[in-house]
């Protein structure tokens, strides 16, 4: 009986210097791209940079549009706060988002306080031109006085929010890009609000004060009063103390023209409420959205 032998054929190596060939699967790390919202706010924040860097128009309109962007940037944050993989990130931050609950507790009070000063403007400013009306000395020099206490009140608001910012990002957010990215729009947008907030009272209580004192609490040489002066609103300073003595002396055309510019002012003053009012709320609605970031 014949036995039947199987044979093993072998082919030849065609590359024998070639190691033989591991199967396994490699890992491809691909680079994590921005979230849309990420990259609006982005923009939002360098436009509104931009915007800081006009000094020679700085009128209300110039200002509420400062105003207008601002809310903008933080309705995208708020957006930003909502996305799942930003509150994963932040809810081991405790630390860190107290700090800007803290900073954004601060906006809302100086806002808010802003609010009021405003309703008090406009009633004075209302009684101003009937005083002007009936050329009435003694009650505009009243209505000056207020301008003054209001400059002075600017003035402790930009103090009161002086220390906002002061503090660094926690070096575990920046541990991965997209923790980085996060971190860092949070970080601008609390400076673009602190620069808006600034331009504002300061806008005010430059133009209402007296040209000599500064924000910062500190004498100025004649050349920083005359930065100074041009960081005051227009519109406010059109109206000046010269304009508002005398009136007892002035002809009609002349009171004629301070009312025309007083109701100017009256129109800017409530253009800039409403705008500032809208600020107001997406200051509540950002920390809110914060501080859900803690508590969900």
Known sequence: MVGVFRRSLSFPNKHPNRPPMSHHIRSISLPCRSHPLVSQIKDEISDLKTWSTKPDNR??????DGLSRLKDVHDSL????????????????????E??????LRFVDVFGIFQ???????EVQFAAKV???????????????????????MLKLVSAIRCIGQYQVPPSMLAS??????????TDAVRVT????????????????????????????????????????????QVGVDSLWG?????????????????????????????????????ITTRVSLLNTLTQ
């Open 194 to 237: 602190m620069l808006v907030t600034v331009a504002l009272f300061n806008g005010i209580s430059t133009a209402f004060g007296p040209q000599k004192s500064s924000w910062m609490g500190l004498r100025l040489s004649k050349k920083a009063n005359r930065v100074k002066f041009e960081e005051g609103i227009q519109e406010f300073q």
């Open 116 to 122: 009021t000063s405003v309703m008090t403007l406009k």
């Open 131 to 153: 005083a002007i009306r009936k050329k009435d000395d003694a009650k505009i020099a009243s209505y000056l006085k207020s301008r003054k206490r209001l400059a002075k009140e």
């Open 247 to 283: 009136f007892r002396k002035k002809g009609d055309e002349q009171v004629k023209v301070v009312l025309m510019r007083m109701q100017n002012l009256e129109d800017c003053i409530c253009e800039i409420e409403l705008a500032s009012e809208k600020v107001f709320r997406s200051l």
């Open 59 to 64: 009128t209300s309109s110039w200002l509420c």
């Open 177 to 186: 890009v997209v923790d980085s990215e996060l971190a860092g729009v949070v």
């Open 78 to 97: 708020h957006e930003i706060l909502h996305l799942p993989q930003t509150q994963d990130s932040l809810r081991n931050q405790h630390e860190w988002v």
């Open 99 to 104: 700090t800007l609950l803290e900073d954004f």
